[in-house]
């Protein structure tokens, strides 16, 4: 199964992903991780990314739909896959669109995490981040076992660069100007699924296996 994921920044697109790839068995991808590592490996893209990222502003298409085409390619797709924060503009979706046509494949699903906007500061502000393997929790609202450890690896938790309010408030414009769009673009090729985001977690998981299976 092919999969895509959407909604704002804070929606729980990477917490519904952990929970969607254990059930269905399919290859996480997320555009936010991939050029993560990209920074943390020092590497030149991940520089120029960075300098992006931390504004709260969206990285060049150039860079995104080149980096995921490839990764699109790789074996572990070919047994179905689930795109996390990628597309993000209308040009990214008119790539991925070519792009898995060139492959002969196609997306079954896409899942629309919708949350208000204004409860979304509270959970990236107070958001914490595993360093192992990039789960996500928060202090209040999906607090670890331990404080500050991972309850899956034992990794330790940070907070991420732009969990701060000025690069969200600058993430949600963003969000609003060029990625809602793509509700419109998806519900015209007959694969949206609208998913209620402002539930407790385990809920939101067990809506978007519904509407997915
Ligand atoms: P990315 O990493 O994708 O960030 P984002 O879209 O801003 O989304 P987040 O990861 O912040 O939120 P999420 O929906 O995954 O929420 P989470 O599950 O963690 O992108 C970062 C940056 O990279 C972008 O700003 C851009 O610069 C660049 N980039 C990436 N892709 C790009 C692209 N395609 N084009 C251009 N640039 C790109 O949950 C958030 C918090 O809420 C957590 O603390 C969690 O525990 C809590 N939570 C989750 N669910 C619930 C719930 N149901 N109830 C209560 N709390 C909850
Ligand atoms: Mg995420
Ligand atoms: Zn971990």
């Known amino acids: 199964m092919n999969l895509l994921i959407m909604g704002p920044p804070g929606a729980g697109k990477g917490t519904q992903a952990e929970g969607m790839v254990k059930e269905l068995d399919i290859t996480h991808i997320s555009t936010g991780d991939m050029f993560r590592a990209a920074i943390a490996s020092g590497s030149e893209m991940g520089k120029k990314a960075k300098e992006y990222m931390d ?48 492959l002969s494949m196609k997306l079954n699903a896409v899942v629309n995490v919708d949350v208000p906007l204004d409860k979304l ?20 609202f999906n607090a670890p076992a331990k404080d500050g450890v991972c309850n ?49 977690i385990n809920k939101v998981l067990e809506e978007i296996m519904l509407a997915v299976k």
């Open 121 to 140: 500061m509270a959970r990236l502000t107070g958001r914490r981040v595993c360093r192992g393997c990039g789960a996500s929790y928060h202090v209040i």
């Open 55 to 102: 504004k709260g502003a969206l990285v060049p298409d150039e860079v995104v739909i080149g980096m995921v085409k490839e990764r699109l390619q790789h074996d572990d797709c070919k047994g179905g896959f689930l795109l996390d924060g990628f597309p993000r503009t209308v040009e990214q979706a008119a790539a991925l669109d070519e792009t898995l046509k060139s």
């Open 152 to 200: 899956s690896c034992s990794g330790e938790l940070y907070q991420r660069d732009d969990d701060n309010e000025q690069s969200v408030g600058t993430r949600l414009k963003a969000y609003m100007e060029k990625t809602q769009p793509l509700i419109d673009y998806y519900k015209a090729q007959g694969v949206f699924r609208p998913i209620n985001g402002d539930q407790d």
